[in-house]
């Protein structure tokens, strides 16, 4: 079974400094990758996915991730983080070779704090 | 574009009863799918409809069932709750199509006592 591994359950930043979030998953097949946000008391939104293609991929609000096969790892990145930044991120992998809309299986989340 | 929606946004019940949550798919998306979250935790897959049939399910008993309508709306039921049901509970929307976006709707809290 997939299973996706965040390092670290608290990221604490200065505003303004970058910021990289670990991310492993365990699959030796192909998968589709994810990154959520969810900020205090909403849903999941999308910042980026990768599916195929470019290892690097890059989302919204100037997030990007870098997709590595070999090490089995999706880490998010931001050269800049700002106040609004804070949040809650999840990885999240799935599986190609399920017909249709996959399930997804998130790991545990790392709470991201932007420090004024 | 309303999104997903889902009502309630939260919910007391006690141990023992019973719950539907529903959920209202970003229009244009046939598939919806439901998660639990529990507090501190990532959100688990629960199950997932296409075309008013559960087309794949994860590890949650039989207590919890659903059901897809006509316009692609949802429902999750949930029987015989226990203090461990306490959790927010997640519709997301899709296409259905491999590697589809799900859009995730705000959740209902819902808290056994």
């Known amino acids: 079974a997939q299973s996706v591994t965040q390092l670290d359950s608290q990221v604490p930043v200065f505003e303004e400094a970058p910021v990289e979030l670990r991310c492993n998953y365990s699959s030796s097949v192909s998968v589709y990758l994810f990154w959520y946000v969810q900020y205090p008391n909403q849903g999941l939104q999308l910042l980026l996915k990768y599916l195929s293609g470019s290892t690097l991929v890059k989302g919204i609000n100037g997030f990007e991730a870098e997709f590595n096969k070999s090490q089995t790892s999706f880490h998010l990145r931001k050269p800049s983080v700002h106040i609004s930044d804070t949040a809650e991120y999840f990885c999240?992998?799935?599986?190609?070779?399920?017909?249709?809309?996959?399930?997804?299986?998130f790991g545990q989340g790392t709470r991201l704090t932007i420090n004024p | 574009d309303a999104g997903v929606t889902q009502s309630p946004t939260h919910l007391i019940k006690t141990r023992g009863q019973q719950v539907t949550l529903r959920c209202s798919p970003k229009s244009g998306h046939d598939t919806v799918s439901w998660y639990q979250q529990a507090l501190g935790q990532g959100p688990q897959f629960i199950f997932q409809y296409y075309e008013e049939e559960e087309r794949q399910r994860g590890n949650f008993p039989d207590r919890f069932s659903g059901h897809q309508f006509p316009n692609y709306s949802s429902e999750l039921n949930v029987n015989a709750l226990l203090l461990g049901d306490s959790a927010l509970y997640l519709c997301?929307?899709?296409?259905?199509?491999?590697?589809?976006?799900?859009?995730f709707g705000p959740g209902t809290r819902l808290t056994v006592l």
């Open positions: 997301a929307s899709s296409l259905g199509g491999q590697g589809d976006t799900q859009y």
């Open positions: 999240a992998v799935s599986d190609p070779l399920i017909q249709g809309a996959q399930k997804l299986v």
